[in-house]
Structure formats: structure tokens, C-alpha cells
């Protein structure tokens, strides 16, 4: 069956304007995950939906990220005024029932360049 | 002090060879702990989960963990080279479903 999918798979933006990255997780799955990588660095926790509710947005590094999950099914991870230091790679992970015990698959991710 | 530390290498070593991977970490909450491994240009997938102390066989992979030491490691027999990748050590203390990765430790297996 078909893995998590992420679009698109890479973005450039300047400095300042609006991003929007899509994640598709895999059917039924109703945990979802976002993480941020950084070059040479292993994913850093931004937020996690169950459902349609953020059950941890712990991770969001400031009021410039936003994550929606409308339908418990698709989510799109919104970053305002972006800033030079947002370059990364976005990673998307479902999981079938959002315990930890279960295994998170994950996207390929979007590389995202702010120039 | 970051919460899981991981030497980044890279790490070289002929098809074959034994490979020892590892994580310390400071949190002695953790309870859950995974090794992923990571494709260039690809998303991780979870090789092996352990919870809390003990070994865990699968194949040619070993996850141990000594949570008296907070240290856990991954070891490969008879290592590939479709072994190279990153490999990433992941921890959560269970009571949320929040990863905690390592840095990575890149392996490079050559023929």
C-alpha cells in the first residue's frame, strides 16, 4: 500500500514570505507527527495530532509555525515570515494508534530553502 | 548537554565486519528506545524498539540497553554495504509519544 506522502518535495522561498507543507499519512492511521531536520542533526520533535487534535505542539519552536489536521486525515504544517534558520527538512510520520509502542512511518520529507 | 547523545562518525568498515553503534542519554525517565536508519534523501524507518533494559535479536541486527549506564547500542553482523546509511538512536519516556532522537551516526560499508 501506499507509504506517508509529503509535498512538495522541496520548496525555495525568500526570507519573510509564507509556506504551507502538505503531509499525507498513510489510510486508517490516526496518529501524526511532524519533526524538523537539520543538516547532520537526527529529527527534532515540532507537534503531534491525534485525530484531528494537536495532542503536543511542545515542539513548535515559536508562534511562526501553525499545523492543522481538519479531517484527522491530511495535515498541512504552516510557517509565517520565514527566516533563514527554518531551512530544513520537514518529516511527516503516521502511526496506526499514536502509543509509543507503534511503529511511526515516515515520509521522504520537504527540503525547504529560505534564501 | 543535549538529552540523547550519538557520535556522528562516519563510521568505515569492510563488508562483513561487526558494527557497534551507540547512544548515551541523561533522562532516566526513558523507557522506550528505537533505532532507525535513515536512506540518503529518504525519510528513517524503525529497525528495532526495546523497552526498557535487555537485548532484542532480529536477523543480523542487536539492540541492547543497560538503563544502569543509560546506554544503548545497536550492533550488525556480518555487515553489507546496503548497510550504509545513517543510523539514529530514538527514546521516549512513554508516558507522551514524543521521540527524542540522537544526532545520527553515518556507517559507510565498503566491498
Known amino acids: 500500500g501506499a507509504g506517508v506522502s509529503q509535498t512538495p518535495s522541496n520548496k525555495v522561498t525568500e526570507k519573510g514570505k509564507y509556506v504551507e507543507l502538505r503531509c499525507d499519512p498513510i489510510?486508517?492511521?490516526?496518529?501524526l507527527y511532524w519533526y524538523r531536520q537539520s543538516l547532520g542533526q537526527g529529527p527534532e520533535f515540532l507537534i503531534y495530532f491525534q485525530g484531528t487534535g494537536a495532542a503536543d505542539d511542545s515542539g513548535l519552536p515559536n508562534d511562526r509555525f501553525f499545523a492543522v489536521r481538519p479531517e484527522g486525515s491530511v495535515s498541512t504544517l504552516k510557517i509565517q515570515r520565514t527566516e533563514r534558520g527554518d531551512s530544513a527538512v520537514y518529516l511527516c510520520?503516521?502511526?496506526?494508534?499514536?502509543?509509543?509502542?507503534?511503529?511511526?512511518?515516515f515520509g521522504p520529507g520537504t527540503r525547504l530553502l529560505v534564501l | 548537554q543535549k538529552e540523547v547523545e550519538q557520535d556522528p562518525g562516519p563510521l568505515s568498515v569492510p563488508e562483513g565486519a561487526i558494527v557497534s553503534l551507540n547512544c548515551t542519554y541523561s533522562n532516566s525517565a526513558f523507557q522506550y528506545f528505537m533505532w532507525y536508519r535513515q536512506y540518503s534523501r529518504k525519510g528513517p524507518e524503525l529497525l528495532m524498539y526495546?523497552?526498557?533494559?535487555g537485548n532484542k535479536e532480529d536477523g543480523r541486527f542487536t539492540a541492547q540497553v543497560d538503563k544502569s549506564s543509560k546506554y544503548i547500542s545497536l550492533f550488525i553482523r556480518d555487515s553489507q554495504p546496503s548497510d550504509s546509511a545513517t543510523y539514529l538512536c530514538?527514546?521516549?519516556?512513554?508516558?507522551?509519544?514524543?521521540?527524542?532522537f540522537g544526532t545520527g551516526t553515518r556507517l559507510q560499508v565498503f566491498p
Open positions: 530514538a527514546m521516549s519516556a512513554g508516558n507522551t509519544d514524543k521521540l527524542i
Open positions: 489510510s486508517g492511521h490516526t496518529a
Open positions: 526495546t523497552y526498557s533494559s
Open positions: 510520520a503516521s502511526s496506526l494508534g499514536g502509543t509509543v509502542q507503534e511503529t511511526q512511518y
